[in-house]
């Protein structure tokens, strides 16, 4: 069977480096995007044969079109796109400025509109595919000092179910998993210098510990695959009951 091809973005590291070990390990060819050309190399020669890097700033938006044609010439074809890449901001809401607002949705918001809509259109003559977005439980309630965040994947929540029903008629599913707090370099930064928000985090997870990379490569796993194949537009929460806890 000729292999799926997968692209992930923010491969490098933390949770997209477990869902690209994930496919690779399924015997999927997975292209990993990242920013960093020494960490996307090394992540790529980590996860083996199997894994090739793109070194690419999804924040140029313009160019994006450009990186998929180019990757689709080499391809054929992309069958799953998992759009993990994201990056944070712990700060005060009234300090906020307009520029670290836009920051946050420009990359976490129109660089997943802009690489999903080209992927698409691939999508659509290949007639099927799947989409996994990466949200947060910051979309699923309120977290403080991180407002930017929030409202950047709140919105890729929308999307995904936006994205779902536009998409369905072409055999392209559009589904997001919501990770808890996970045990990732990024997590550790937010966490570990406040004592009573990690507190706070164990108190309301009824599974009493953290998640690992690995339970959200599952997810994303399970969804792109065809045991999925009659679900579409759906958030799945991968938090230990952090979503429910009292």
Same mark, same amino acid.
């Given at each position: 069977?000729?292999?799926?091809?997968?692209?992930?973005?923010?491969?490098?590291?933390?949770?997209?480096?477990?869902?690209?070990?994930?496919?690779?390990?399924?015997?999927?060819?997975?292209?990993?995007?990242?920013?960093?050309?020494?960490?996307?190399?090394?992540?790529?020669?980590?996860?083996? &044969?199997?894994?090739?890097?793109?070194?690419?700033?999804?924040?140029?938006?313009?160019?994006?079109?450009?990186? @998929?044609?180019?990757?689709l010439?080499?391809?054929?074809? @992309?069958?799953?796109?998992?759009?993990?890449?994201?990056?944070?901001?712990?700060?005060?809401? /009234?300090d906020? *400025?307009?520029?670290?607002?836009?920051?946050?949705?420009?990359?976490?918001?129109? /660089?997943?509109?802009?690489?999903?809509?080209e992927?698409?259109? *691939?999508?659509?003559?290949?007639?099927?595919?799947? @989409?996994?977005?990466? /949200? *947060?439980?910051?979309?699923q309630?309120?977290?403080?000092q991180?407002?930017?965040?929030?409202? /950047?994947?709140?919105?890729? &929540?929308?999307?995904?179910?936006?994205?779902?029903?536009?998409?369905?008629?072409?055999?392209?599913?559009?589904?997001?998993?919501?990770?808890?707090?996970?045990?990732?370099?990024?997590t550790?930064?937010?966490?570990?210098?406040?004592?009573k928000?990690k &507190?706070r985090?164990?108190?309301?997870?009824?599974?009493?510990?953290?998640?690992?990379?690995?339970? @959200?490569?599952?997810?994303v796993?399970?969804?792109?695959?065809? &045991?999925?194949?009659?679900?579409?537009?759906?958030?799945?929460?991968?938090?230990?009951?952090?979503?429910?806890?009292?």
């Open positions: 069977m000729k292999k799926k091809t997968v692209l992930v973005t923010g491969g490098n590291s933390g949770l997209g480096y477990a869902i690209a070990r994930k496919f690779c390990d399924a015997g999927y060819k997975v292209y990993i995007i990242g920013r960093n050309e020494e960490k996307t190399r090394q992540a790529a020669d980590n996860l083996g &044969e199997l894994a090739v890097p793109i070194v690419f700033d999804l924040n140029t938006l313009e160019a994006i079109p450009k990186l @998929i044609d180019k990757l010439q080499s391809t054929g074809k @992309i069958d799953v796109l998992v759009n993990n890449a994201g990056i944070n901001m712990k700060k005060d809401f /009234s906020v *400025s307009d520029d670290e607002f836009d920051s946050i949705l420009h990359t976490n918001v129109k /660089s997943v509109f802009a690489i999903s809509r992927v698409v259109k *691939s999508m659509k003559v290949t007639n099927g595919g799947n @989409i996994v977005n990466i /949200s *947060s439980m910051a979309a309630y309120g977290i403080p991180v407002i930017a965040y929030t409202a /950047s994947k709140t919105a890729i &929540e929308g999307m995904t179910r936006a994205m779902a029903v536009d998409l369905a008629q072409h055999h392209i599913r559009v589904n997001c998993v919501a990770p808890g707090f996970i045990k990732t370099p990024m550790a930064k937010a966490l570990d210098s406040d004592k928000r &507190e985090v164990f108190v309301r997870t009824p599974m009493g510990k953290m998640g690992r990379p690995e339970d @959200i490569a599952d997810a796993f399970y969804l792109a695959g065809n &045991e999925a194949s009659y679900i579409t537009g759906t958030v799945l929460c991968v938090d230990g009951g952090n979503a429910i806890g009292f």
